[in-house]
């Protein structure tokens, strides 16, 4: 196997793919005949409102990521999703640490487990996944829908701020197709991924996939273990679709997944002389890391799904099952200044979850003045999850049993042929069991919309929703003496209103459409990261951020809940224009003001002057276990502007389809407050050259991620103290730097 990794080789792809993306995005000066660019008259249809149809007439924002579009940008795990739509963020800070962002609200970390806080659900074939779950790599899939908004009365769960929909390709009755692809970049990354299925019989057809895939990813070096930012994933999943008879249709699919995966964090400044490494300095981008221990994880996961369709003429019943069984295991190094004393030393985890979901829906079909669905929603997951805090506590076990129940209804008139208005309403009800007691969440949450359609290719619409998420039910625990009222959280309330536009314009090769939103919150569930503590609040001034308050003691900070009142309101804009048969361009941009509505928030407050900062020795405020500070801060740190841009150029080369593809991604800079840092403005821009063969069976092609090497940190976690002296390091974590690869794909 030849294996592409030397510096002269990536350097030189690096630069003919910078050429090759500059003539992309400036667009060529005449059209060549050839038919490679996508046609962007083709209608999309979308599942968004549990039934298909054409985008451009869903009285919502709905981005469409179709399977073609993920080959075309050489999409290979979740993550590298957002790349292809603004404002959407998908980050990893940790091994069990991910969070899917919308409208600039973050799910809190680790606030999600048991998938009752996320801001935005991940379905997996209309099922609900664990985000955890799903951020992995991602293969045969035929199509992603990000959804923003108020979700609930169509969807299994309520999520404030949207929902994304991963769909996998299903087996075909007209005959077999397949394919199989490899992938090698010089970040060690091997991907290879095969797909075939097809008819059994005339009522029975199959599909079976799979995936093997290798990375660096960031591309973080530990000196002091020796070890290296890593993952290596493994999945499989089969498919069968039985029809019967015209009116029914069942199909059954079961995925299995593993996940080894070491992720470390940059360091960045000089050591002082508490660290081994002392005096040594390290800059952002030298990826390097100190923790003498190792970093790593392992996850599995058995998803199996069960979707069933009966027609009955004018109405249809429509079930959806899901079963999930994942465990997941970590071991943290948290001395990540190479000091060798701190204290607690690691943490070690273990993570058990069982989910299964029900849905039933009964619905009328195409009538044409009045439209409904009935419809009801269980979950059920068990959850245990065990922690060891080196070497202070061994086997602390923290096990829930939540269950969440949901009845839901939406009603559809079509008032004239241009006019439609819609009314939907759910009934949510949670439990959140545990082994000293149990609570119970209940909450009414609606939505409603009009729209008018001017023509086919012109549509005004207004939407109106609420939300809900239910509290932590007291089931979170932490690492530190302080009270468990600061890992914990109430319930959140929320209401939003979006008004749009959607268009097409010269025989639909453009697509133009825009909606500005806001959303109120009552009790947002905020979650603040590394907020210094004490287990001995100081009775005369600032106590020591230490577990007994001396100077000298355990180091104690963590991630801690709240809830406040907060506002979230921007604009988004989404453009698609075929320039000619053969070239094509696209434009995603997003703006968001999402931010705390003088909240008391937890806070880092070395000083105690009821500001925050993080200057000097870590220190809480006067008589508190946890500062506090009234915020009006942005709730997810994340930036307000959000600019996504691509372009594909089709031409012919030697008898062959030819095409040069480019997609670019702009972060503005966002302010963390907890550690008074703010991440710097920064693009990513990927490029892609390839030739197909004259039957379209064969495809190779050459690509360049981040192949302008910008390589930024994107979380920060402020400087480093062990027993409260300054490490003189400052940790965070980095966005991937340039990865070049080929990639060869073969269908039949």
């Not at 829930?400 to 939406?410: C, E, L, M, P, V």
Request: charged share 15%; aromatic share 10%; with cysteine.
């Amino acid at each position: 196997m030849v294996r592409i990794s030397t510096t002269a080789l990536s350097q030189t792809l690096a630069l003919l793919m910078t050429g090759a993306s500059l003539l992309a995005l400036a667009g060529p000066a005449y059209a060549q005949d050839s038919t490679t660019a996508a046609n962007d008259t083709t209608e999309v249809i979308v599942t968004a409102s549990k039934r298909k149809e054409r985008v451009q007439a869903v009285p919502q924002t709905v981005n469409v990521v179709t399977s073609e579009a993920l080959k075309e940008a050489h999409i290979e795990s979740f993550q590298e999703v957002a790349v292809l739509s603004a404002g959407l963020s998908l980050t990893r800070t940790s091994g069990d640490e991910q969070s899917v962002s919308l409208r600039g609200i973050k799910m809190p970390g680790l606030g999600g487990i048991g998938g009752t806080t996320n801001t935005v659900d991940v379905y997996f074939n209309e099922v609900p996944v664990a985000t955890q779950d799903a951020f992995n790599s991602i293969y045969d899939i035929g199509q992603i829908e990000v959804l923003r908004g108020p979700q609930g009365t169509l969807r299994g769960r309520t999520s404030p701020s949207g929902a994304i929909t991963v769909n996998t390709l299903r087996p075909n009755f007209s005959g077999s197709d397949g394919f199989v692809q490899g992938s090698l970049s010089d970040s060690n990354g091997k991907n290879l991924q095969a797909a075939y299925g097809g008819p059994i019989t005339n009522t029975l057809a199959f599909r079976l996939a799979g995936l093997y895939d290798s990375n660096d990813d960031n591309g973080v070096k530990d000196i002091a273990n020796g070890d290296k930012s890593h993952h290596e994933t493994r999945s499989l999943r089969g498919t069968l679709m039985w029809r019967p008879t015209d009116d029914l249709e069942v199909s059954l699919v079961t995925q299995g997944l593993r996940d080894d995966r070491a992720f470390y964090r940059s360091v960045s400044g000089t050591g002082t002389a508490i660290s081994k490494n002392a005096g040594e300095t390290y800059r952002l981008d030298d990826l390097t890391a100190l923790n003498s221990g190792k970093n790593y994880s392992d996850s599995t996961a058995v998803t199996t799904v069960l979707q069933a369709r009966y027609d009955l003429g004018d109405y249809q019943i429509n079930y959806v099952g899901g079963y999930t069984d994942s465990t997941f295991a970590q071991n943290i190094d948290l001395d990540f200044a190479n000091t060798g004393i701190m204290l607690p030393s690691n943490i070690v985890q273990s993570i058990k979850q069982k989910t299964a979901t029900n849905e039933f829906r009964f619905e009328s079909k195409a009538n044409p003045v009045y439209n409904f669905t009935y419809g009801v929603f269980s979950s059920h997951n068990e959850f245990a999850q065990v922690t060891s805090v080196v070497p202070f506590t061994s086997n602390a076990l923290n096990a829930k049993t939540i269950k969440d129940y949901g009845i839901f209804t939406n009603q559809r008139f079509n008032l004239t042929q241009k006019d439609k208005v819609q009314f939907g309403l759910r009934y949510s009800h949670f439990e959140v069991e545990r082994a000293v007691g149990s609570i119970t969440y209940q909450a009414t949450t609606g939505n409603a919309s009009y729209q008018h359609e001017f023509s086919r290719d012109l549509m005004l619409y207004a939407s109106y929703g609420t939300s809900f998420r239910p509290g932590s039910g007291g089931a979170n625990t932490g690492n530190n003496p302080i009270p468990t009222s600061f890992y914990n959280f109430g319930s959140e309330h929320s209401d939003s209103l979006e008004l749009g536009i959607k268009s097409q314009w010269f025989a639909r090769r453009l697509t133009t459409n825009l909606a500005i939103f806001k959303q109120n919150y009552d009790g947002y569930i905020g979650s603040s990261f590394i907020i210094a503590c004490t287990g001995v609040p100081s009775t005369t001034g600032t106590a020591y951020a230490t577990a007994d308050g001396t100077a000298t003691g355990s180091s104690c900070n963590d991630t801690m809940f709240s809830n406040g009142n907060a506002v979230s309101s921007g604009i988004e804009f989404e453009g698609r224009f075929l320039v000619t048969p053969d070239w094509s361009v696209g434009l995603n941009a997003t703006y968001t003001d999402a931010h705390y509505d003088s909240a008391t928030v937890p806070c880092n407050d070395y000083n105690g002057d009821g500001t925050p900062d993080v200057t000097g020795v870590p220190k809480v405020q006067l008589g508190h276990y946890v500062s506090t500070c009234i915020s009006n801060a942005s709730l997810g740190q994340l930036p307000k502007v959000s600019i996504t841009a691509s372009t594909d150029y089709g031409f012919k080369l030697w008898g062959l389809d030819a095409y040069i593809r480019a997609n670019a991604a702009y972060h503005d800079e966002a302010y963390f407050p907890q550690t008074a840092w703010t991440q710097p403005s920064y693009t990513v821009v990927n490029g892609f050259v390839g030739l197909k063969g004259p039957d379209g069976k064969w495809e190779a092609s050459l690509y360049a991620k981040n192949l302008l090497d910008n390589v930024v940190q994107d979380t920060d976690g402020g400087p480093w103290y062990t027993l409260g002296q300054n490490t003189g390091y400052r940790i965070g974590t980095v966005t991937k730097g340039r990865e070049v690869g080929i990639t060869l794909r073969r269908d039949f």
